[in-house]
């Protein structure tokens, strides 16, 4: 996407490189025509261009547009319809739209699979056959087929572990919407224990505690055994109703929402929406 943005010819001034050939002496330089990736700017550039094209193409492309202005994030695109056929309309208008500005959408992939099999396949999202199924949906993992979110642990147990270790484990349970906050509270919780025990970040755990940090490395598998539905509504409700929590104990507090559908026959479903636990301090 960046590079189909141009850079006002005065501004290029400021977007300069330096080049080296290996029999040369002295340097050419050069200045950057496109945005660039890595520049400060670049991101706000190119969500700012994305909205201005959705702006001048609003009156032909109104769904589209709409979805431009509202559900983006950098250069990926998250949107959902209630049918197959709006979905359909709304694909076709994104491509078309964005052609417009000289960028070519793909990566799609979606839970029909009847929609699914309408993609050409070098449109389509690639992924390996390990994980055929699954799609990363802004750095989540979505089994977008079945429509769940679920959760990957890809770390391995050090036999002498040391803070280092910990917190390098904590950091790669990644979960922006907080539906993993119980288990990430816990893996604080301990973590804001190695600080008060003082341990630099290469100390060995004293016993007692490399035990316990044992058995939370080893439960964490069972992360991998979580499916959080996507999809939180259900056909024509009756009303619907966020239902908002929060408590707090001596280590920790939290917050969680959940949306309840209540049907004409008066039965209801309850499903988790959002959670959050406030950074814990050391």
């Known amino acids: ?32 025509n496109t945005i660039t990736y890595g520049t400060a700017s670049a991101p706000f550039c190119a969500i700012r261009t994305v909205k201005q094209l959705a702006l001048d193409e609003s009156s032909d492309f109104p769904l589209a547009s709409e979805i431009a202005l509202s559900d983006i994030y950098m250069d990926d695109r998250i949107i959902g319809t209630n049918d197959i056929k709006t979905a359909q309309i709304l694909q076709s208008q994104l491509i078309d739209m964005f052609a417009k500005g ?50 990957k642990v890809d770390c391995k147990h050090e036999p002498n572990p040391k803070k280092r270790n910990v917190l390098s484990v904590i950091a790669r349970l990644y979960d922006p ?10 893996m604080n919780i301990f973590l804001q224990k190695l600080w008060v025990e003082k341990l630099s970040f290469d100390d060995p755990l004293p016993q007692p505690i490399a035990v316990e940090w044992k058995h939370l490395f080893l439960s964490l598998k069972s992360i991998e055994l979580i499916k959080i539905p996507h999809w939180i509504l259900v056909d024509s409700p009756q009303k619907l109703e966020l239902h908002c929590f929060s ?29 959050q636990v406030p950074r814990l301090l050391s």
């Not at 009847?114 to 699954?134: G, K, M, W, Y």
């Open 102 to 151: 000289g960028m070519n959408l793909y990566k799609w992939t979606t839970n029909s699979l009847e929609l699914l099999n309408s993609f050409p396949s070098s449109n389509q999202e690639r992924t390996f056959p390990i994980d055929a199924h699954v799609s990363k949906t802004l750095d989540v993992n979505w089994l977008h087929l079945d429509d769940y979110f679920i959760f």
């Open 247 to 275: 408590d707090s104990s001596q280590a920790a507090y939290g917050a969680v929402i959940y949306l309840q559908c209540v049907m004409p026959d008066d039965t209801s479903t309850s499903k988790l929406v959002e959670g």
């Open 177 to 186: 919407l907080g539906l993993l906050g119980p288990v990430i509270c816990k």
């Open 1 to 32: 996407m960046f590079r189909q943005i141009l850079v006002a010819p005065h501004q290029r001034e400021y977007l300069r490189i330096l080049w080296f050939e290996d029999n040369m002496c002295q340097s050419i330089t050069f200045k950057l």
